[in-house]
């Protein structure tokens, strides 16, 4: 009898654990107020939650272009026509100090 007790305490505990976690997890996804503000030319062009994958092109007017990609909480830019390509080398951001600038097409992006 006691070793039944035991036993369905433990499973009780597990359960405990398990429920807790998904909670925690799905509070912690909820709680992420996190986005990518883009801007072109010194203003606002685009902001996206970093929850929601997605690819955006943005059309500039020197007719370049800019593939900005949002994926798993991160951002970075897929592919630019800028000459030196750095905002490409400057990967994934995800965190509010981090930004990604392309100097010849005046794309600013960073986290909030
Ligand atoms: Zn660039």
């Known amino acids: 009898m006691m070793i039944r007790i035991k036993?369905?305490?433990?499973?009780?505990?597990l359960l405990?654990?398990?429920v807790g976690s998904m909670l925690v997890l799905h509070l912690a996804q909820q709680?992420?107020?996190?986005?990518?503000?883009i801007e072109v030319d010194g203003s606002v062009y685009k902001q996206v939650k970093l929850t929601e994958n997605r690819t955006m092109h943005i059309e500039l007017k020197n007719h370049h272009g800019v593939d900005i990609v949002v994926a798993d909480g991160k951002v970075h830019v897929?592919?630019?026509?800028?000459p030196d390509g750095?905002?490409?080398?400057m990967g994934e951001i995800g965190s509010p100090e981090e930004t990604i600038v392309c100097?010849?097409?005046k794309v600013l992006i960073y986290v909030q």
Request: some cysteine; proline content about 3%.
């Open 7 to 13: 036993e369905s305490l433990g499973i009780a505990v």
């Open 16 to 18: 405990i654990i398990a």
């Open 31 to 37: 709680g992420t107020g996190i986005k990518a503000v």
């Open 78 to 82: 897929e592919h630019s026509t800028c």
């Open 86 to 89: 750095i905002c490409e080398k």
């Open 103 to 105: 100097l010849p097409n």
